[in-house]
């Protein structure tokens, strides 16, 4: 089992910029994926963005599309989330997760999601 974990949370004006990083132990095959969950105070866990390893291909939530953007470094094991334009409503406690299950495209399902990190808070103040 992977060994994930997360750094970069913190608190930011709206408008503002923040950068997540994740690192995971263990081999990542082309057909895995990394992906980004948030849980918002009331809500439940929701799947923000997800990459798949091998091409490096990305899926974006809705609310989020152009103004994170999800990339990797091959040599680190690492995926960042760059998280532009913060709104109040992106604050949550952000999770990076692995899914050791090969898809042709990224895992947007988060039962594929096997090793998680502990979480990291992300505060935008209005």
């Known amino acids: 089992q992977a060994q994930v974990v997360e750094s970069g949370g913190g608190l930011v004006q709206a408008g503002g910029s923040l950068r997540l990083s994740c690192a995971a132990s263990?081999?990542?095959?082309?057909?895995?994926?990394m992906g980004w969950f948030r849980q918002r105070v009331g809500k439940g866990r929701e799947l923000v963005t997800a990459l798949r390893w091998g091409d490096g291909s990305t899926y974006y939530a809705d609310p989020v599309k152009g103004r994170f953007t999800l990339s990797k470094d091959n040599t680190k094991n690492m995926v960042y989330l760059q998280m532009n334009s913060l709104k109040p409503e992106d604050t949550g406690v952000y999770y990076c997760?692995?899914?050791?299950?090969?898809?042709?495209?990224?895992?947007?399902?988060?039962?594929?999601?096997?090793?998680w990190g502990q979480g990291t808070q992300v505060t935008v103040s209005s």
């Open positions: 997760a692995v899914s050791r299950f090969v898809r042709f495209v990224p895992s947007v399902a988060s039962d594929d999601y096997t090793d």
């Open positions: 263990g081999q990542l095959f082309s057909g895995y994926s």
